[in-house]
């Protein structure tokens, strides 16, 4: 720069464009490239503090709902029961957590028809219970065995329908999480440094930013040490996990509903118990201690991920 403006001031200035006679003009002003940045950052520094602002905020809340939000809570106790029933009998059988990565892939592990997920299954655990908690309907009355059984068959189906809803809306109370999943840690950590070295006037604004930033970034990093262990390289990637997760859920409870639709126009003439066979379920029964194993799939994909 400094040798182009001398060649400028060798040029006769009738032979100089608009553009160089500014520039020439320019330097002559004391610490123009100085003036003109801070300008910038005054014009600029509203809108990057409240930016920042909203991202601590965001990660903030992101941080509340993954170990606030009870549904999600017990999903994950429900794969974890899941795998130790599955995994009984082996070293990984008594597992007391499991890192989050799992979660992407219990989609993967069939069930004895080669069509059910892990997920399937877990869900299909979950929401009869879920049903019977948020249900005010009390249990029909034994007026006729085939009538008290049809009964009894179409309460269940409602109570499913029930905890379905409740499991599907489980998208809708981590927000902050998807929002926190898109961020880049990185730039919000640059972008923080940037604003805190440009001025010393907004010293205070720039402090309590800091502050934020720095608890905002410690308390992410305690809660992918409680669900996930260390992740140094990635400090958000626990909220990634969670979003691309919570997309295979909300397409699992879908085929879930329709299955169970499937099963109320099924269900108009069902056999009687003399006629029933005996099916053996695709994974073991959560709930049910006395139930024995029975699986083709395993959490064991030889990797660290297991339970």
Same mark, same amino acid.
């Given at each position: 720069?400094?040798?182009?403006? %001398? ?21 002559? %002003? ?5 003036? %003109? ?16 602002? &909203?991202?601590?905020? @965001? ?10 939000? &009870?549904?999600?809570? +017990? ?16 070293? &990984? ?16 592990? +069939? ?25 005010? @309907? ?29 499991? =599907? ?30 001025? @010393? +006037?907004?010293? +205070? ?9 720095? =608890? ?14 260390? =992740? ?29 639709? &499937? ?45």
């Amino acid at each position: 720069m400094e040798l182009y403006i %001398i060649s400028l001031a060798l040029v006769p200035p009738s032979k100089i464009g608009p553009a160089e006679k500014f520039l020439i003009a320019l330097l002559e %002003i004391p610490f123009a490239f100085k003036r %003109i940045d801070a300008m910038l950052y005054i014009v600029n520094f509203e809108s990057e503090t409240e930016y920042l602002k &909203r991202s601590f905020d @965001t990660l903030e809340a992101a941080r509340g709902e993954l170990k606030n939000t &009870r549904m999600f809570l +017990k999903l994950l106790e429900a794969v974890l029961k899941t795998g130790n029933r599955m995994n009984i009998g082996t070293n &990984r059988g008594d597992a007391h957590a499991f890192k989050l990565d799992t979660l992407l892939k219990l989609v993967d592990i +069939k069930g004895a028809d080669g069509k059910t997920t892990l997920l399937h299954f877990v869900v299909q655990e979950i929401i009869k219970s879920e049903g019977a908690r948020v249900s005010s @309907t009390p249990t029909q009355s034994h007026i006729g065995d085939n009538i008290a059984e049809q009964s009894a068959f179409q309460d269940d189906l409602e109570l499913k329908k029930l905890g379905l809803q409740v499991v =599907s809306g489980l998208s809708s109370q981590l927000i902050n999480v998807k929002k926190a999943a898109a961020m880049d840690s990185n730039s919000l950590i640059n972008e923080s440094a940037e604003v805190a070295s440009g001025i @010393t +006037k907004a010293e +205070k604004e720039i402090t309590e930013i800091q502050s934020h930033g720095s =608890s905002v970034m410690k308390m992410v990093k305690e809660v992918t040490e409680y669900f996930h262990g260390n =992740s140094e390289s990635h400090p958000f990637r626990i909220f990634a996990v969670v979003r691309d997760f919570l997309t295979i859920l909300d397409q699992v409870c879908k085929e879930v509903g329709r299955v169970n639709e &499937r099963t109320v126009y099924g269900s108009v003439q069902r056999p009687s118990p003399s006629n029933q066979t005996v099916v053996t379920p695709l994974f073991p029964v959560v709930n049910d201690n006395s139930s024995r194993l029975s699986h083709s799939g395993s959490l064991d994909n030889n990797d660290d991920d297991s339970f």
